[in-house]
């Protein structure tokens, strides 16, 4: 019982740095990398990687979407990818971020002892459905240190007016 209860500690712990989305091709690319880990330190070489391909069209970058009274916002986390590798459309209530970048390194020879998403071939599709109808026109997106940010205005009707209500006494 204790094994559990510290195994379950761990699994808590690990889950700390804010939520994450579920999903059983995460977990078999967290077993991936792992066993990719394991055999490039002992063999420098990883058998899963041809057998287990990573889940390229499941990438998702890490996104902050809030509002405010006039408009709705997105923090979009793009690491190593340029305005021009960046496509974003947008609707009255969805925001769609498409983004496709070429490897940094493009080696033939090169032996590569652990591959990740970092300095490979990525791409992305992602759309994300916003708290508020927008008007799409005047979406403004700015792109400053890896960082995607749009700012949305909200339409006429989608902006909260508080509207005093008398209260009566009823008989």
């Not at 991936?32 to 391909?53: K, N």
């Amino acid at each position: 019982m204790n094994e559990l209860t510290t195994q379950g500690t761990n699994l808590a712990r690990r889950a700390e740095g804010g939520l994450t989305r579920w999903g059983p091709w995460n977990e078999l690319n967290e077993v991936r990398r792992q066993m990719d880990d394991l055999f490039s330190r002992a063999f420098g070489y990883t058998p899963l990687s041809h057998l287990i391909p990573g889940d390229a069209q499941g990438i998702e970058p890490d996104v902050d979407i809030f509002e405010t009274e006039d408009k709705v916002v997105v923090y979009c986390a793009l690491a190593g990818y340029t305005p021009n590798d960046i496509n974003v459309e947008a609707t009255t209530n969805t925001i769609t971020i498409r983004g496709e970048r070429r490897p940094f390194v493009e080696h033939e020879k090169a032996r590569h002892y652990r591959r990740g998403w970092v300095s490979a071939f990525n791409q992305f599709s992602a759309t994300y459905t916003l708290p508020s109808e927008i008007d799409p026109k005047q979406v403004k997106a700015t792109f400053r240190d890896g960082v995607l940010q749009l700012e949305m205005p909200k339409t006429e009707q989608a902006r909260t007016k508080a509207i005093k209500v008398n209260v009566q006494k009823s008989t």
